[in-house]
T-cell receptor, first 116, second 108 residues
Protein backbone atom coordinates (compact mmCIF):
# COMPACT_ATOMS: atom_id res chain seq x y z
CA UNK A 1 0.00 0.00 0.00
CA UNK A 2 0.99 3.61 -0.43
CA UNK A 3 2.92 5.28 2.33
CA UNK A 4 3.02 8.90 3.33
CA UNK A 5 3.90 11.14 0.41
CA UNK A 6 5.11 14.72 0.44
CA UNK A 7 5.46 17.29 -2.28
CA UNK A 8 7.50 18.88 -3.56
CA UNK A 9 10.55 16.83 -2.66
CA UNK A 10 12.73 19.91 -3.04
CA UNK A 11 11.82 23.57 -2.98
CA UNK A 12 14.14 26.49 -3.57
CA UNK A 13 12.70 29.91 -2.96
CA UNK A 14 13.78 33.47 -2.46
CA UNK A 15 13.69 35.19 0.87
CA UNK A 16 10.34 36.84 1.43
CA UNK A 17 8.32 34.48 -0.75
CA UNK A 18 5.54 32.25 0.54
CA UNK A 19 5.74 28.46 0.19
CA UNK A 20 3.26 25.63 0.56
CA UNK A 21 4.30 22.13 1.46
CA UNK A 22 1.91 19.23 1.02
CA UNK A 23 1.51 15.97 2.92
CA UNK A 24 -0.67 13.04 1.86
CA UNK A 25 -0.98 10.71 4.85
CA UNK A 26 -1.78 7.03 4.76
CA UNK A 27 -5.47 6.54 4.12
CA UNK A 28 -7.42 6.05 7.31
CA UNK A 29 -4.77 7.50 9.60
CA UNK A 30 -6.41 9.95 11.94
CA UNK A 31 -3.39 11.75 13.34
CA UNK A 32 -0.78 13.80 11.49
CA UNK A 33 2.40 15.55 12.62
CA UNK A 34 4.65 18.11 10.98
CA UNK A 35 8.30 18.31 12.01
CA UNK A 36 11.30 20.36 10.95
CA UNK A 37 14.75 18.83 10.72
CA UNK A 38 17.86 20.95 10.30
CA UNK A 39 21.21 19.62 9.04
CA UNK A 40 20.30 15.97 9.67
CA UNK A 41 19.74 16.60 13.34
CA UNK A 42 16.81 15.78 15.58
CA UNK A 43 13.21 16.55 14.77
CA UNK A 44 11.58 19.76 15.93
CA UNK A 45 7.84 19.38 16.50
CA UNK A 46 5.73 21.94 14.65
CA UNK A 47 2.06 20.99 14.72
CA UNK A 48 -0.18 17.99 15.42
CA UNK A 49 -3.63 17.14 14.05
CA UNK A 50 -5.82 14.47 15.62
CA UNK A 51 -9.19 13.73 14.09
CA UNK A 52 -11.60 16.61 14.45
CA UNK A 53 -9.89 18.05 17.52
CA UNK A 54 -8.29 21.48 17.48
CA UNK A 55 -4.69 21.12 16.30
CA UNK A 56 -1.79 21.45 18.71
CA UNK A 57 0.10 24.41 17.26
CA UNK A 58 2.48 24.84 20.16
CA UNK A 59 5.57 24.01 18.08
CA UNK A 60 5.09 26.59 15.34
CA UNK A 61 8.11 28.92 15.59
CA UNK A 62 6.34 32.09 14.48
CA UNK A 63 3.08 33.41 13.08
CA UNK A 64 4.58 33.07 9.60
CA UNK A 65 3.92 29.34 9.91
CA UNK A 66 0.47 27.85 9.57
CA UNK A 67 -1.00 24.49 8.67
CA UNK A 68 -4.34 23.04 7.83
CA UNK A 69 -5.74 19.62 7.26
CA UNK A 70 -8.66 19.34 4.92
CA UNK A 71 -11.23 16.61 5.31
CA UNK A 72 -9.09 14.84 7.86
CA UNK A 73 -6.66 13.81 5.16
CA UNK A 74 -4.28 15.99 3.15
CA UNK A 75 -2.36 18.61 5.09
CA UNK A 76 -0.63 21.77 3.89
CA UNK A 77 2.08 23.61 5.79
CA UNK A 78 2.41 27.23 4.71
CA UNK A 79 5.37 29.45 5.45
CA UNK A 80 4.86 33.12 4.68
CA UNK A 81 7.64 35.62 4.00
CA UNK A 82 10.29 32.92 4.17
CA UNK A 83 13.59 33.61 5.89
CA UNK A 84 16.94 31.89 5.41
CA UNK A 85 16.62 30.26 8.83
CA UNK A 86 13.54 28.44 7.54
CA UNK A 87 15.80 26.30 5.35
CA UNK A 88 15.41 22.72 6.55
CA UNK A 89 13.78 19.41 5.74
CA UNK A 90 10.10 19.41 6.63
CA UNK A 91 8.78 15.98 7.56
CA UNK A 92 5.22 14.81 7.84
CA UNK A 93 4.14 11.72 9.77
CA UNK A 94 0.79 10.01 10.15
CA UNK A 95 -0.35 7.48 12.72
CA UNK A 96 -3.41 5.25 12.59
CA UNK A 97 -4.83 6.45 15.88
CA UNK A 98 -3.68 7.63 19.24
CA UNK A 99 -3.83 4.46 21.32
CA UNK A 100 -2.07 4.99 24.62
CA UNK A 101 0.55 7.12 22.81
CA UNK A 102 2.40 4.02 21.63
CA UNK A 103 1.53 4.22 17.97
CA UNK A 104 4.22 4.06 15.33
CA UNK A 105 4.67 7.20 13.28
CA UNK A 106 4.88 6.64 9.53
CA UNK A 107 7.03 9.31 7.97
CA UNK A 108 7.07 10.75 4.50
CA UNK A 109 10.38 11.38 2.70
CA UNK A 110 10.29 15.06 3.54
CA UNK A 111 10.49 18.31 1.61
CA UNK A 112 13.89 19.98 1.51
CA UNK A 113 13.33 23.73 1.62
CA UNK A 114 16.13 26.09 0.70
CA UNK A 115 15.61 29.81 1.14
CA UNK A 116 18.13 31.90 -0.76
CA UNK B 1 10.13 21.40 28.43
CA UNK B 2 11.17 17.77 28.10
CA UNK B 3 14.53 17.28 26.40
CA UNK B 4 16.19 14.12 25.12
CA UNK B 5 19.94 14.29 24.71
CA UNK B 6 21.61 11.66 22.59
CA UNK B 7 25.26 10.74 22.72
CA UNK B 8 27.50 10.57 20.95
CA UNK B 9 26.35 13.02 18.33
CA UNK B 10 28.59 11.38 15.72
CA UNK B 11 30.12 7.91 15.70
CA UNK B 12 32.26 6.32 13.02
CA UNK B 13 33.51 2.78 13.52
CA UNK B 14 34.82 -0.16 11.55
CA UNK B 15 32.59 -2.95 10.35
CA UNK B 16 32.42 -5.76 12.91
CA UNK B 17 32.86 -3.56 15.98
CA UNK B 18 30.28 -3.15 18.75
CA UNK B 19 28.80 0.19 19.79
CA UNK B 20 26.33 1.75 22.18
CA UNK B 21 24.42 4.99 21.79
CA UNK B 22 22.54 6.70 24.57
CA UNK B 23 19.37 8.69 25.00
CA UNK B 24 19.10 10.62 28.27
CA UNK B 25 16.63 12.94 29.92
CA UNK B 26 15.80 14.36 33.30
CA UNK B 27 12.13 13.70 32.59
CA UNK B 28 10.16 10.48 32.92
CA UNK B 29 8.59 9.05 29.79
CA UNK B 30 5.70 6.62 29.60
CA UNK B 31 7.29 4.97 26.59
CA UNK B 32 10.24 5.46 24.31
CA UNK B 33 10.82 4.69 20.67
CA UNK B 34 13.93 4.33 18.54
CA UNK B 35 13.92 5.27 14.87
CA UNK B 36 16.55 5.01 12.12
CA UNK B 37 16.69 7.51 9.30
CA UNK B 38 18.62 7.08 6.07
CA UNK B 39 19.56 9.98 3.76
CA UNK B 40 16.63 11.37 1.80
CA UNK B 41 14.07 9.36 3.73
CA UNK B 42 11.91 9.77 6.78
CA UNK B 43 12.66 7.96 10.05
CA UNK B 44 11.52 4.36 10.38
CA UNK B 45 10.50 2.85 13.70
CA UNK B 46 12.82 0.19 15.11
CA UNK B 47 11.30 -0.51 18.52
CA UNK B 48 9.05 0.77 21.28
CA UNK B 49 9.87 0.15 24.95
CA UNK B 50 7.30 0.80 27.64
CA UNK B 51 8.41 -0.79 30.92
CA UNK B 52 11.25 0.42 33.10
CA UNK B 53 14.17 -1.98 32.77
CA UNK B 54 12.76 -3.52 29.61
CA UNK B 55 15.20 -5.05 27.15
CA UNK B 56 14.26 -5.76 23.53
CA UNK B 57 16.36 -7.41 20.90
CA UNK B 58 16.06 -6.95 17.17
CA UNK B 59 18.66 -9.20 15.51
CA UNK B 60 21.99 -7.51 16.33
CA UNK B 61 20.34 -4.52 18.02
CA UNK B 62 19.58 -4.49 21.74
CA UNK B 63 17.44 -1.75 23.23
CA UNK B 64 17.11 -1.04 26.93
CA UNK B 65 14.76 1.29 28.78
CA UNK B 66 16.15 2.63 32.03
CA UNK B 67 14.59 1.52 35.31
CA UNK B 68 13.39 5.05 36.01
CA UNK B 69 12.15 5.49 32.42
CA UNK B 70 14.35 8.53 31.93
CA UNK B 71 16.93 7.03 29.62
CA UNK B 72 17.54 4.36 27.03
CA UNK B 73 20.40 2.75 25.19
CA UNK B 74 20.87 1.05 21.85
CA UNK B 75 23.65 -1.49 21.51
CA UNK B 76 24.70 -2.84 18.13
CA UNK B 77 26.78 -5.99 17.91
CA UNK B 78 29.08 -6.63 14.96
CA UNK B 79 28.09 -3.47 13.13
CA UNK B 80 27.54 -3.66 9.39
CA UNK B 81 27.54 -0.94 6.72
CA UNK B 82 23.76 -1.30 6.49
CA UNK B 83 23.52 0.02 10.05
CA UNK B 84 24.70 3.42 8.86
CA UNK B 85 22.15 6.14 9.48
CA UNK B 86 20.78 8.69 11.90
CA UNK B 87 19.39 7.08 15.06
CA UNK B 88 16.69 9.02 16.86
CA UNK B 89 15.02 8.29 20.16
CA UNK B 90 11.56 9.66 20.88
CA UNK B 91 9.97 9.84 24.29
CA UNK B 92 6.29 10.00 25.05
CA UNK B 93 5.64 12.22 28.03
CA UNK B 94 3.74 15.51 28.02
CA UNK B 95 4.07 15.20 24.25
CA UNK B 96 6.17 13.19 21.86
CA UNK B 97 9.72 14.53 21.98
CA UNK B 98 12.51 13.53 19.63
CA UNK B 99 16.14 13.35 20.69
CA UNK B 100 19.02 15.22 19.15
CA UNK B 101 20.14 12.20 17.10
CA UNK B 102 23.26 10.09 16.70
CA UNK B 103 24.76 9.92 13.24
CA UNK B 104 26.37 6.49 12.85
CA UNK B 105 28.76 5.58 10.05
CA UNK B 106 30.02 2.03 9.64
CA UNK B 107 33.19 1.81 7.60
CA UNK B 108 33.53 -1.35 5.48
Amino acid sequence: GAGVSQSPSNKVTEKGKDVELRCDPISGHTALYWYRQSLGQGLEFLIYFQGNSAPDKSGLPSDRFSAERTGGSVSTLTIQRTQQEDSAVYLCASIPYRRGRLSEQFFGPGTRLTVL
Amino acid sequence: TQLLEQSPQFLSIQEGENLTVYCNSSSVFSSLQWYRQEPGEGPVLLVTVVTGGEVKKLKRLTFQFGDARKDSSLHITAAQPGDTGLYLCAGDGEKLTFGTGTRLTIIP
